[in-house]
T-cell receptor
Framework: ETGVTQSPTHLIKTRGQQVTLRCSSQSGHNTVSWYQQALGQGPQFIFQYYREEENGRGNFPPRFSGLQFPNYSSELNVNALELDDSALYLC????????????FGEGSRLTVL | AQSVTQPDIHITVSEGASLELRCNYSYGATPYLFWYVQSPGQGLQLLLKYFSGDTLVQGIKGFEAEFKRSQSSFNLRKPSVHWSDAAEYFCAVEPKTSYDKVIFGPGTSLSVIP
């Protein structure tokens, strides 16, 4: 148990729709990172939020956006869904001064039809 | 190009046998190094990390890893594998720059034969 919770756990959308995924970070952590994990692949870094500001972004288009709230929880929004967006979306919380020590939730499985 | 590679897509070992999972990285400066494990239906969990100093690091669940600068490698080992070790293992790096975050390798799937 990492204390990181994600919702929903599973969801199905159709192409062109929009989705919002939510993450509650572990107590005491001020940083949230989002990853996309396609089937059979390693997690790909989407972006990171620190103190409500985006603090680094991977190679994902602008239709992937996020928010971090004052309680350090976070949302990942994806607009104009494409079939290739089908994946497990992982949220990881961390303390900004603890390099690389990520605590992951169990993920949100998104299927785009 | 900067990268993290795990040459073995899938490995099968017998319970009680030793294990070594390979990881190589390609970065200008040695990054921070990590191994994570993803068990079925669970989130990723940090097994161990290397920042500097002693090149043999100990982690949780009886795992250890050895950093070899000359080979740009950070291989994960376990002397005796248990059936519960069956999982996906990811090598990860965090480059020592201000703007790069934790980057994961493609993973190695471990199966354990009873």
């Amino acid at each position: 148990e990492t204390g990181v919770t994600q919702s929903p756990t599973h969801l199905i959308k159709t192409r062109g729709q929009q989705v919002t995924l939510r993450c509650s970070s572990q107590s005491g952590h001020n940083t949230v990172s989002w990853y996309q994990q396609a089937l059979g692949q390693g997690p790909q870094f989407i972006f990171q939020y620190y103190r409500e500001e985006e603090n680094g972004r991977g190679n994902f288009p602008p239709r992937f956006s996020g928010l971090q709230f004052p309680n350090y929880s976070s949302e990942l929004n994806v607009n104009a869904l494409e079939l290739d967006d089908s994946a497990l979306y992982l949220c990881a919380s961390s303390s900004f001064d603890r390099v690389g020590e990520l605590f992951f939730g169990e993920g949100s499985r998104l299927t785009v039809l | 190009a900067q990268s993290v590679t795990q040459p073995d897509i899938h490995i099968t070992v017998s319970e009680g046998a030793s294990l070594e999972l390979r990881c190589n990285y390609s970065y200008g400066a040695t990054p921070y190094l990590f191994w994570y494990v993803q068990s079925p239906g669970q989130g990723l969990q940090l097994l161990l990390k290397y920042f500097s100093g002693d090149t043999l690091v100990q982690g949780i669940k009886g795992f250890e890893a050895e950093f070899k600068r000359s080979q740009s490698s950070f291989n994960l080992r376990k002397p005796s594998v248990h059936w519960s070790d069956a999982a996906e293992y990811f090598c990860a790096v965090e480059p020592k720059t201000s703007y790069d975050k934790v980057i994961f390798g493609p993973g190695t799937s471990l199966s354990v034969i009873p």
